[in-house]
Each structure stands twice: as C-alpha cells, then as structure tokens.
C-alpha cells in the first residue's frame, strides 16, 4: 500500500517563498501522476500542479510563474516551490498520487498561510 508523507508548508509574509516535499512508499507502478491540490477554507479543493512519470508538467494559471513542481524519481519525491506566495494561496496542500493500477492516494495535508 502506498503512502504518502508531506513535509514544509508554514507561514509567510506576502512576497515570501515556502517549499513543500512529498516522498512516497511503496509501488508508483510504470505509469503515475504525483500532484499537489490545495483547499482554503470555506471552498473546494483545487488542483496545483502535476507532474507525472513521463515527464509532463501542469500548473494552473494562477500560480504560473510562482510555483514550480519537480520530481526525484530516485526518490520517489515531489517538491513544490512557491514564490512570490499572495493570500489568497492560503490553504492546506495536499499531496496526491495517482497509479494506472489502483485508486489515487492522498497526503494527510499541510498547512500554508500567507499574510498581508
């Protein structure tokens, strides 16, 4: 069973910078999606960025050019690199993975605030 353990995240003043880590366990198979979603109080949970075992990148517009994700394979470990962080990014970060042979896996979420 595959699992999932998030690290980073914390509080920053507006302009700042914070990275998050995302190191799996077990078996990604051949072909998988590691990702990053985020949930603000109050609202859904959206999509971040992805990044998946072939090499493809997503980022949603919001975020492009701030944030940044990337992949240790050897490592099995996603990083995201948030820059120039606004408020309105506050929310919990979750990690997300998902393998072409079983259901998506999910991080227990960390936390990120940005104050004005």
């Known amino acids: 069973q595959v699992q999932l353990v998030e690290s980073g995240g914390g509080s920053v003043q507006a302009g700042g910078s914070l990275s998050l880590a995302c190191t799996a366990s077990g078996n990604l198979g051949l072909v998988n999606v590691l990702g990053w979603y985020r949930q603000a109080p109050g609202k859904l949970r959206e999509l971040v960025a992805t990044?998946?075992?072939?090499?493809?990148?997503y980022e949603r517009d919001s975020v492009k050019g701030r944030f940044f994700i990337s992949r240790d394979s050897a490592k099995n470990t996603v990083y995201l690199q948030m820059n120039n962080l606004r408020p309105e990014d506050t929310g919990v970060y979750y990690c997300?993975?998902?393998?072409?042979?079983?259901?998506?896996?999910w991080g227990q979420g960390t936390q990120v605030t940005v104050f004005s």
């Open positions: 997300n993975l998902k393998v072409d042979y079983g259901p998506e896996v």
């Open positions: 990044t998946t075992s072939g090499g493809s990148k």
